[in-house]
Structure formats: structure tokens, C-alpha cells
């Protein structure tokens, strides 16, 4: 590899073509870090390739001569007991294999530090959306503030046009411990830590939903704490938005429903916007209908499993930090009808 | 044995390879001082990242005095151990019993200052950051006076029942390694605390 | 005569009752009984850490499984690594180096024999503090509590609002106690070195064991003291209100991290340094050949442990770390790599032009060369800030340090057993066995561990009890899964090899490789005082000197 082709690849690399383009695309249930749709993701393809294919070459070489050594030098059955020559050592033979993994660490590191200061130091056009991330025991909260939209669990976000892009630009807290975001198709992951203000940002190419989920043991209920992308057109997101920014929706069939909820232990929690539940601690409900799933993915989001969510939350999440909030059915019903009415 | 070989042992130097308490001790010296870096990390650290309660400007005294008996102390064992090479025990014993003495002072000095920064000043280990690492760091050190203090006590015992000689020498000496290491993170913590974090 | 010794101590064996012997091992200041202690202490929580490690597996081996809960598995999965890494790795090679270290360069016990005997009951009573855990946590309802932070144990996970009861300190107090035991280890080792050789044997005449012994030991001093005041800190922080790792009170949660990988990352080296030495042993005399390059070796091993020391937050390339700190961790790791291929050239070359036998301590040897070039490799790859983006905290890290723990570490451990087993017991090993035993476990480790990278590949994190169908992970959990019968099986042939050769082995002799260095001059077992006569040495081969008088080493060293 001489020096002329690392540039020639690095100048390919940042006019965004990518010199190893992805074979495969598009979301895909396969969460796979070599099926990325989305800038950083596709940048930190386009080097594992070439560190793959280095590291591969270089494990073929080396397994070949071990292969070799040893079918070539067994010790026969007719052997003469006579030691082999009794070679020590050789200055020429250290100096050649430490020169070479010298320069291959050399070709490494420049690989790796563009791709650092690329991702790392990518400036923030003045159209990118903007969302904090906060991390909780075990949820997902999301903050846009330019639109005054506080939601949960399921983060939705504009495709980006290769010719004006609109990335989305992360911030990304914590409520308690440390958390991490990844969605590998999107971006490699970063950690949420209390008392520390991290970034990442990811710029998809692709609509459709990406899943992926919390990567850095944080209790209990770390292993659903999962993620879902939504990558929408920008009509939808636009739609999407206006829908959160909107106030609850609420009609008079479920006002028993709204009683019960307004007097438990809900609003300790749980905040509606419009309503006096103002709780912070647990995920905002005020659209709860407008998502897929509930308690951050472990289940889908219908009658049955919402029910069943705040009747006996350790039937679905054990260890999550919903309580169960000891209602009789009746109650319980009404809550959940109310509950279905926050579109 | 052939005879190259005989001539080969014969013209060999004698065989003689460092002391092992001195090594032990050295290597140990080295343990100890890694452990009390992490703490003058953690005290650099959080330096000016309290988010309430007082200051180090605010309540600390340089401690001039404890530090100039806690140094000297390492120049007393250093006569002791040449007193003791030349058998003078009693000579030995007064410096000894010295060092011990100054070592004294500086943890009853230590426990003053405490005190005083406790009840009159109410800074305590959870106060704040700077309360926590000041703590910490120092009565590490502190702790570690102490068990000098254990061991000066031990051989001044020794040394006043008659059983320390001039041949004990190589083994005081191993524990005045020990002394001296107690004193120079003294100047660390003393530097990094009252003079760097103030 | 090899056979009078077995006939003596089997003699003397029958005269002693229960008590005496037990008295005999308990109080015991010789090296070579603290040093099986170590072994068998380790091998029994290989067993107990072995057993998490499959309730782990079969939780996992399809998705939403039931077999345990979450809080069972958080526990198993804690108490498998902390179990690993300090009572069984950590225990087994320091005693190993204990036994061979002082009879390889001639002396007659280490520098302290009081001090070995107290590291090693100090780190036994760590493990048996952290395993109490089960019984003591929050008391006996539930059966008690384990530990369950993870083995590296992140701020503010640890502090008391998130982890409430006592699980937390058996962790803490359990590793703290131990890092005593091998702080005191590692003074013993590197007094033992420089002061006890035996006569002629200078720095550059040692066994290349004792020079990794040496440098592991030094490594520890370094690395254990951080991990030893970090866990003071989270103590003060969870009993006296101290505020090191509180961020409610601006404290920083980074900051247990840089000092727990400060500790963290040399101490992967101090478990492969002594498995560096056992295989420079293995290979030159199952070769016949001298080490290639034995002064190199010396250098990078050095090398190694200087530049292990400035690579630690490489684990740490996702916290937001700003773009020149991860540029420089990736370089720093990436340099350690270039000694570790010398090293691997070097045991090449050494084969080259050799004659190659393939006897079960030269099989787990090749194995390892194998194995440990791909770990290397895999690690190059983690070593690549953005590439470790995708692959930090997934199971391609998992899988990485499995490699090197089991393909690497434990592979030249078994190696290393086969090897010394005739001159520790004085019998010969059935060597049919430690075939069977290679084979399954080269079909288990592989299984298990090779496939693990993919899910790493498809985006599964580490530390999760379970996860969702349909993500393209289920396969490959099966099969990793079905690894770990073979490996189980593996083991068994070795545990059953080694009992029964103690019995029915064939009486070894004092040399039954044809090897070169100072313990096969001695009788097989070694008797309490090592060596009838403190030898004398002109070579880095004594033994080749002496049955070579016409061709010895030290002309050509």
C-alpha cells in the first residue's frame, strides 16, 4: 500500500462515495454492522473492510507458515535421535518482521484517526434536527427542543437526501447510570453517562424502522432497553411531529378512566401534557397510541399487553421500575380505555 | 570439567547479587506509590469541581510546622542507621527514639487540623469533592505515619531491651527505606493540597 | 533412583494421619506445596466459575428463554468473570510460577517464604469472601445475593441508591483482600528473581518463564495498587458518604473507569505473560531447538509491559472521549501489538528446521499459536477507535477475550500441566487421554468461541439475560451453546487424566523430555530442599551443556 493510494482512498472516502460501497442496504430486522444506511455507520464500514482485509491477509500468511512448519519438520519415525541444527537467533530475519508490522500499525492508525476526526469532528449544518437523548432505567426519553416535543422509546427522525442533508445531531444525557445508544446501521454506539454531556449524530439514507438497543450494563432490565429508529420522509416526520407537539387528545367516554389515572399513583410518574400529571421519572404518555411498542420495546403496544403492563409489570419486564399498581379490573379497564385514547 | 571450563569458573567474579529485603521493599515502595497516584489524581481531579460547601482557601492552613518535623524525622533515622553501622546503640536509640518522636507530633498535629476543620469549620469526608479527596489523600498518608509509627516503636522496644547490634544494620535500614518513602509522598501530598489545590 | 523417591514418599505418605497431613499443608512455608495449593484452589473455581459460565449458555440458547431469571443471570454472569479473573487465572499462574520459578534458576524456596504462605491465604480468603455472597448478600431470602454489577462494576451502577445490600461489597471486599495477597505475591516474585538465582545465572542466562514471572510481577505492582485504591474510593463512597464516583454531588463517572482499566488492561497482560513463558519452555524442547531469539523475547516481553500500561481506554473508546484521546488509544494499542507478532515469529522460528513432536505439551502449544494469532488479530481490530464504535460491548468483545482467555491462556495452561505433571508427581500422564482431551476441547472452544463473533457482527450486546427473536442471533447462540458440552467433556478427560496417572502412571525419571533446564536435573517429585547441591550454570541450556560437553551453549551465546 503506498502512500499515494492511501490518499486516493481517503479523498474517495471523503467526497462520500466510500471506496468499499455496502452491499447490502436498507433497514433489516438483522440489526448488522455491515449493512449500515447512514453516514457514520457507513464510514466505520468502509474502514472495517480494509482492517479486515489487512488483518485477513495477515492471517493467512501466518497460519500458512505454522501449517507448513508443521507437516514440513515433524520428527520422522525413521528419525536418527541426531538434534537439528541449533539455530539461536537472527538479527536481519528480528529486524524484517518488526519493520513490517511497524508499517502496517503506521497504515492502521492513519486509517482509523480519519475516520475519528471525520465522525468526531463533523460540523452541525443549521437544518440538522436536533434531539437530546436521555437515558433512564430501562427507557428512552427524547427531547426536541426546537419543536417542543418530548417523547419516548421510539425515536423518529427525517431521511437525509445525499444532495441536502438533513442529519439528525444527538445529545445525549443520563437520569441514573450509564447507557449506551446503538442502533448499528445507523451509527456506532456512544454512551449515555450521568453527569457528562455526550454527542453523536447519524444522517440514515434509508426510510423504514432500524432496531437496536441499549449497549452498556445498566441493571436489571438492561437487555430491554431496546431501540427503535423510525426513519421517515420528511412529510411524515413533519406529520409525526406536529402529532407530539399537539395536545392530548381525550373524549368523554374515557373521563373514568382519566379520574382513576389522575388520582393513583400514575402521576407520580407519568406525565400528560394538558392534565395534572406532570410525573418525569417514567416515559410521557401524552401520545402513548402513536407508538408500535411499550416499556422501550419489550412488548407491542395493544389492549392486552397494556393491561397486563400496569396489572403485573414482571409478566413482561421483571426488575423494570414500573410498580404494579394493584387496581381492580374494572378499574383497570378504564384505565386502559383512557390509556388507548391518547392518540 | 574441562579445562577451559575450570578457567572459565575460576576467572568468574564472585557471585554476589542484591540484598532481598532491600529489593522486597523497594518493589513495595513502588505498589504503595502507585496507589497513593490514583489518589493525587483524584484530588487534581476534582479540583474546583466541588459543586457547594467550603473551600480549600477558604479553611486550609499550610501545616509548616508538622511538615518540618515529619522531614526531619528522615534526617534523624538516616544518623541513627550510621550510628548504628559503628555499634554506638545508644546514639542509635536517641535518634531512633527522635524519629519516632517527630513522626508522633506531625500525627497529633494532623489530628489537630482535622479537628479543627471537622468542628469548626464543618468540612467532613462527605461534605463535598474537596472533602472527599482531602481526606482521603491525606489520612492515606497519615495512616501510613502510623504504621511507621508501629514499626519505630517495635524497634525502639527492641533497641532498649539490648538486642539491636551493629549487624541488625541491613534490616533498619530496609525499614528506613520505608520512612523515607512516608516522608517523600509527604512532600506530594503536602504540594499537590496546600499549594497546587489552594 | 526415580522410583525410590515414589516408593519413599509413598512410605512416608502412609505413616502420617489425616491431621498431621492437613497440619503439614496448612502451616507449610515450601514453595512447591503453596504453589499446588494455588493450583487446586483455582482448578476448583474453574469448576464453580465453569458452571456460571453454563447456566449463562443455556439461558441463552434461545431467545426469551425462562431457565433462569434476570437478577439470576446479572449474578452469574458477574460472578463468572470476577471468578476467572481473580481466583481462577490469577491463582493458577502465580502458582505455577511459585512452583517452577525458584527450582528453575536454582534456588531453594523464594524470598519469602512467610509472605507466599500469607498471599496465598489472604487471596483464598478473597474468594471464599466473595463467594459468601450467595449466602450473605441481603440475607439468606431468595438465597442470598450475589454481586451482580458486572465484573468491572461501572459508577454509579455500584453506589448505594442503585445497588442497595451488601452484593456490592462481597465484590469489592472479596478483590480487595486478594489484590493484597497478589501484591505480596509479586514482591516475593521479583525479590526471588534478582536476588536468588543460582550461581552464573545471570539476567541474560534465565529461563524465559522466570523473565515473564518477572515482568508479570512487576506488572501487578503497577496494576493492582490503582484497582486496590479505586475500590477503597467506591467503599468511603458507599459508607461514609464520600463523593468519588456521586454525580449528583459533580462527582465522575469516567472516573471509575479510567481507574478500573488503568488496572484492567495490564492485568490481561499479567494473566498471558506467565502463559508467554510457559509455551517459550514448551516449544524449544519439543523442537529441539533453542528459543529463536531469546535476547528479542526478553525485549519485547519488556516492551509489552511498558506499553500495556498506556493503552487502557481503548475499553473506554464509546464514553465521548474528544477525537485525540481515541486517536492516541488506538495508536498506544496498537504499537502493544507489534511486539506480541515478534514474540509470535520468534515461537516460529524456533519450529522451523526443528524437529517437531507431537506430544499433548507441544499439541496445546500449536494450538495456542493458532489461536492467539487470531485473538491478536481481533484485537487489532477492537484496537481501531471507530470500527470498535460498532464493536465495543458486543459479543465480538466477548468473544475477543475468550479467545485470548481460553484459546490462549488456558490452552498453554494445559500445555503447561502435561509438561510439568512427570516432574511435580514423578508419573508420566496417559497421553491417549490428553489426546482425547485436546481433541474435544479444540471441537468446543471452537464451536463456541469462533461463532461467537457473529452475533457481535448482527449489533447483540454483552450482559443481556435475553433477546428478541427474529435479530439473526439464534443460530449462532445454539451452536456456541453446544461448544460447551465438548469443552465439559474436554475437561473431564484432563481432571480424570491427571487423578488417574497420579495412581497408575508410569514412573517418570527425573528428565523424561530431554530437556534442557534446571528442574529436570532434580529428582521427580522434588524433594522439600529442591536440590541436593545448589548447581552452577554457563548457559541459558545447563542441561544441554551437560549432556553436550563437546558442543555446549555458552560458546555460542
Redesign the interface.
Known amino acids: 500500500m503506498t502512500l499515494a493510494g492511501i490518499t486516493v482512498w481517503g479523498a474517495a472516502h471523503q467526497a462520500g462515495v466510500g471506496a468499499w460501497p455496502a452491499v447490502l442496504v436498507g433497514p433489516s430486522a438483522v440489526p448488522s454492522i455491515f449493512r449500515p444506511s447512514s453516514t457514520p455507520a457507513d464510514s466505520v464500514y468502509t474502514l472495517s473492510i480494509f482492517v479486515l482485509t489487512v488483518c485477513g491477509i495477515i492471517f493467512v500468511v501466518v497460519s500458512a507458515l505454522l501449517a507448513y512448519a508443521v507437516v514440513k519438520f515433524r520428527r520422522r519415525a525413521d528419525d536418527d535421535g541426531r538434534e537439528p541444527p541449533q539455530v539461536y537467533g537472527s538479527n536481519q530475519v528480528e529486524l524484517a518482521w518488526t519493520v513490517t508490522p511497524v508499517l502496517i500499525v503506521l497504515i492502521l492508525f492513519f486509517a482509523a484517526a480519519r475516520v475519528i476526526h471525520a465522525v468526531q469532528q463533523a460540523p452541525e449544518p443549521p437544518n440538522a434536527i436536533e434531539v437530546t437523548v436521555i437515558g433512564h432505567q430501562f427507557w428512552w426519553e427524547y427531547r426536541y427542543p426546537k419543536y417542543g416535543v418530548v417523547a419516548a422509546n421510539e425515536l423518529h427522525v427525517p431521511v437525509s437526501d445525499r444532495a441536502h442533508p438533513t442529519p439528525t445531531f444527538m445529545t445525549l444525557l443520563s437520569a441514573d447510570t450509564d447507557h449506551s445508544f446503538w442502533v448499528p446501521q445507523l451509527a456506532g454506539k456512544t454512551d449515555l453517562i450521568p453527569n457528562r454531556i455526550n454527542h453523536m449524530w447519524i444522517e440514515p439514507h434509508e426510510t423504514g424502522m432500524y432496531v437496536g438497543q441499549c449497549a452498556q450494563y445498566c441493571g436489571v432490565q438492561h437487555a430491554k432497553m431496546l431501540l427503535r429508529v423510525y426513519v421517515d420522509t420528511r412529510e411524515q416526520f413533519d406529520q409525526w411531529i406536529a402529532g407530539q407537539a399537539s395536545p392530548a387528545h381525550a373524549s368523554g367516554a374515557v373521563s373514568e378512566g382519566k379520574r382513576i389515572f389522575e388520582t393513583t399513583a400514575c402521576i407520580n410518574c407519568h406525565a400528560i401534557e394538558g392534565t395534572v400529571a406532570n410525573g418525569r421519572f417514567g416515559p410521557d404518555l401524552t401520545h402513548l397510541m402513536s407508538r408500535d411498542t411499550i416499556a422501550a420495546g419489550a412488548a407491542l403496544n395493544n389492549a392486552q399487553t397494556l393491561r397486563l403492563w400496569i396489572q403485573d409489570p414482571d409478566a413482561i419486564k421483571p426488575g423494570s421500575l414500573m410498580p404494579a399498581m394493584k387496581l381492580t379490573d374494572h378499574e383497570l379497564d378504564a384505565v386502559v380505555a383512557y390509556l388507548e385514547s391518547l392518540r | 570439567m ?1 579445562e577451559a ?1 575450570a578457567a ?2 575460576t576467572a ?1 567474579p564472585q ?1 554476589v ?4 529485603g532491600t ?2 521493599m523497594a ?2 515502595i ?6 497513593f ?3 493525587v489524581v ?1 484530588y487534581l ?2 479540583i474546583g ?3 457547594s460547601g467550603p473551600t480549600p482557601r477558604e479553611v486550609l492552613e499550610m501545616p509548616i510546622f508538622a511538615s518540618i518535623c515529619l522531614l526531619s524525622s528522615s534526617l534523624t533515622i538516616h544518623y541513627a542507621l550510621a550510628a548504628l553501622r559503628k555499634a554506638q546503640i545508644g546514639m542509635f536509640t536517641a535518634l531512633w527514639f527522635a524519629t519516632f518522636a517527630l513522626g508522633a507530633i506531625f500525627i497529633v498535629a494532623t489530628g489537630l487540623e482535622w479537628r479543627h476543620l471537622i468542628y469548626e469549620k464543618g468540612l467532613t ?2 461534605t ?2 474537596f ?3 482531602y ?2 489523600l491525606v489520612g492515606l498518608h497519615a495512616f501510613h505515619v502510623c504504621v511507621g509509627l508501629l514499626g519505630l516503636l517495635l524497634g525502639l522496644l527492641f533497641a532498649l531491651m539490648g538486642k539491636v547490634q551493629a549487624q541488625h544494620s541491613e534490616k533498619a535500614e530496609v525499614f528506613s527505606l520505608y520512612w523515607h518513602f512516608v516522608d517523600a509522598v509527604w512532600v506530594v501530598v503536602f504540594t499537590v493540597v496546600y499549594i497546587v489545590g489552594r | 533412583m526415580a522410583t525410590d523417591s515414589i516408593a519413599l514418599g509413598a512410605a512416608a505418605r502412609e505413616r502420617r494421619s489425616i491431621t498431621e497431613l492437613l497440619h503439614e499443608w496448612v502451616v507449610t512455608v515450601d514453595h512447591k506445596k503453596i504453589g499446588l495449593m494455588y493450583i487446586f484452589y483455582a482448578l476448583f473455581f474453574l469448576i464453580v466459575a465453569g458452571l456460571e459460565a453454563t447456566v449463562i449458555r443455556i439461558q441463552l440458547i434461545v431467545p426469551n428463554n425462562h431457565f433462569v431469571s434476570p437478577q439470576v443471570f446479572n449474578r452469574m454472569m458477574t460472578m463468572h468473570g470476577t471468578t476467572m479473573i481473580f481466583f481462577v487465572a490469577m491463582p493458577l499462574l502465580f502458582g505455577m510460577g511459585n512452583y517452577l520459578v525458584p527450582i528453575m534458576i536454582g534456588a531453594r524456596d523464594m524470598a519469602f517464604p512467610r509472605l507466599n504462605a500469607w498471599s496465598f491465604w489472604v487471596m483464598a480468603f478473597g474468594g471464599l469472601l466473595l463467594y459468601f455472597s450467595f449466602l450473605g448478600g441481603s440475607g439468606l431470602y431468595g438465597a442470598g445475593s450475589a454481586p451482580d454489577v458486572g465484573w468491572f462494576a461501572y459508577a454509579p451502577l455500584t453506589s448505594l441508591p442503585f445497588s442497595p445490600g451488601h452484593s456490592t461489597d462481597f465484590w469489592t471486599l472479596g478483590i480487595l483482600v486478594s489484590g493484597f495477597g497478589s501484591i505480596g505475591t509479586a514482591v516475593n516474585f521479583i525479590a526471588t528473581i534478582v536476588c536468588m538465582r543460582c550461581k552464573g545465572m545471570t539476567m541474560g542466562r534465565m529461563p524465559l518463564l522466570a523473565w515473564l514471572m518477572l515482568v508479570t510481577a512487576a506488572l501487578v505492582i503497577l496494576a493492582v495498587s490503582p484497582l486496590t485504591a479505586a475500590q477503597a474510593m467506591l467503599m468511603l463512597d458507599r459508607y461514609v458518604g464520600s463523593h468519588f464516583f456521586d454525580t449528583q454531588a459533580g462527582g465522575s463517572a469516567v472516573v471509575w473507569m479510567h481507574f478500573f482499566w488503568i488496572f484492567g488492561h495490564p492485568e490481561v497482560y499479567v494473566l498471558i505473560m506467565p502463559c508467554f513463558g510457559f509455551i517459550s519452555e514448551i516449544i524449544p524442547v519439543f523442537s529441539r531447538k533453542p528459543i529463536f531469539g531469546y535476547p528479542v523475547m526478553v525485549g519485547a516481553s519488556v516492551c509489552i509491559a511498558f506499553v500495556s500500561l498506556s493503552v487502557w481506554a481503548h475499553h473506554m473508546f464509546t464514553v465521548g472521549m474528544d477525537s485525540y484521546a481515541n486517536s492516541f488509544f488506538t495508536i498506544s494499542t496498537l504499537i502493544v501489538g507489534i511486539p506480541t507478532g515478534i514474540k509470535i515469529f520468534n515461537w516460529l522460528a524456533t519450529m522451523w528446521g526443528g524437529k517437531l513432536i507431537f506430544k499433548a505439551p507441544m499439541l496445546f502449544s500449536i494450538a495456542f499459536l493458532f489461536q492467539f494469532l487470531i485473538a491478536g488479530l481481533t484485537g487489532v481490530m477492537l484496537a481501531a477507535a471507530p470500527f470498535d464504535w460498532q464493536l465495543g460491548n458486543s459479543y465480538f468483545v466477548v468473544a475477543h477475550f475468550h479467545y485470548v482467555i481460553v484459546g490462549g491462556i488456558l490452552f498453554s495452561v494445559f500445555g503447561a500441566f502435561y509438561y510439568w505433571y512427570p516432574k511435580v508427581t514423578g508419573r508420566m500422564y496417559n497421553e491417549w487421554l490428553a489426546r482425547l482431551h485436546f481433541v474435544l476441547f479444540v471441537i468446543g472452544f471452537h464451536l463456541t468461541f469462533d461463532f461467537m463473533h457473529i452475533p457481535g457482527l448482527l449489533g447483540m450486546p454483552r450482559r443481556i439475560y435475553t433477546y428478541e427473536a427474529g435479530r439473526g442471533w439464534e443460530t449462532w447462540n445454539l451452536i456456541v451453546t453446544i461448544g460447551v458440552l465438548f469443552q465439559a467433556l474436554g475437561i473431564l478427560a484432563f481432571v480424570a487424566n491427571l487423578a488417574w496417572s497420579w495412581f497408575k502412571g508410569r514412573p517418570a525419571g527425573n528428565d523424561p523430555w530431554d530437556a534442557w533446564t534446571l528442574e529436570w536435573s532434580t529428582v521427580s517429585p522434588p524433594p522439600a530442599y529442591n536440590f541436593a547441591e545448589v548447581p552452577a550454570v554457563h548457559s541459558r541450556r545447563p542441561l544441554w551443556d551437560l549432556k553436550h560437553p563437546e558442543d555446549p551453549d555458552w560458546k555460542y551465546e
Open positions: 574441562s571450563e572459565a569458573q568468574e557471585w547479587l542484591p540484598y532481598r529489593v522486597g518493589t513495595l513502588v505498589a504503595e506509590s502507585a496507589i497516584l490514583i489518589f483524584a481531579f476534582y469541581k466541588s459543586i469526608i462527605s463535598n469533592l472533602g472527599t479527596t481526606y482521603s
